[in-house]
């Protein structure tokens, strides 16, 4: 038997969940995709926010209603809006991140929804690369971002043979509804009040996880 099928596999989100996004990075990406738009489409800028949101709608994310209804080149997209010269002031996240995923126990695997050449600026600032076993990020999942069900189906195909049990850790609950309906364990990094019937354990903070890498899973909260 492969030495890790009898561990976990854990899948970890980026924005939200490993680092604080909202609101400087997510702001500065909003408006470059607005202004992406207006470029490319030639809209004002409330033409623009209003296309946006109805491809949010539609298509569950504004690069794919680009793609399908405006032939746009996904990849130069996700460059001209993923573009951060000051990333490390940006940046917002808890420095014992690194120890957390150095001492977890298991498989750690990124699965965002952004660019790969984003995702691996974030985590070389944040000095975590090492710490972990793969990358997965929109261009892995063919353009398709989380929630879709295919998308988070494919990288199960590539990486859960390795392990025995999977883990999501996300601050999106659509994403985490998906993943336990293809029978993953979930876990919600949030403050909001409150839990959903599918999540198995809530957390405050992503370093709250090392109190239960080693427990069995039971429904809880953490909240302290």
């Keep these: 038997m492969h030495p890790d099928r009898n561990r976990t596999l854990w899948l970890f989100d980026l924005d939200d969940t490993l680092h604080r996004a909202t609101p400087h990075i997510f702001d500065r990406m909003n408006h470059a995709m607005t202004a992406y738009v207006m470029r490319h489409l030639g809209l004002e800028e409330p033409a623009a926010n209003e296309l946006r949101r109805e491809y949010w709608q539609r298509y569950g994310a504004t690069l794919l209603g680009l793609m399908r209804r405006h032939a746009v080149d996904p990849d130069h997209f996700l460059r001209e809006t993923h573009q951060f010269p000051d990333l490390d002031r940006l940046l917002d996240y808890d420095r014992p991140l690194r120890r957390l995923l150095k001492t977890l126990p298991g498989r750690k695997i990124i699965a965002s929804n952004a660019p790969r ?6 985590l070389a600032a944040m000095g975590v690369t090492p710490h972990l076993h793969a990358i997965e990020t929109i261009e892995s999942m063919r353009y398709v971002p989380k929630p879709a069900r295919s998308s988070l189906a494919r990288i199960l195909r590539r990486h859960r043979g390795l392990a025995r049990r999977v883990v999501m850790v996300e601050d999106n609950l659509d994403n985490l509804k998906t993943a336990r309906r293809l029978g993953l364990t979930t876990i919600w990094v949030s403050r ?19 109190k239960h890498s080693r427990m069995p899973w039971r429904r809880q909260t953490a909240s302290r």
């Design 192 to 210: 909001d009040p409150g839990r959903p019937a599918f999540v198995d354990v809530k957390l405050k903070s992503v370093l709250q996880l090392s």
């Design 117 to 122: 050449h984003y995702v691996d600026a974030v």
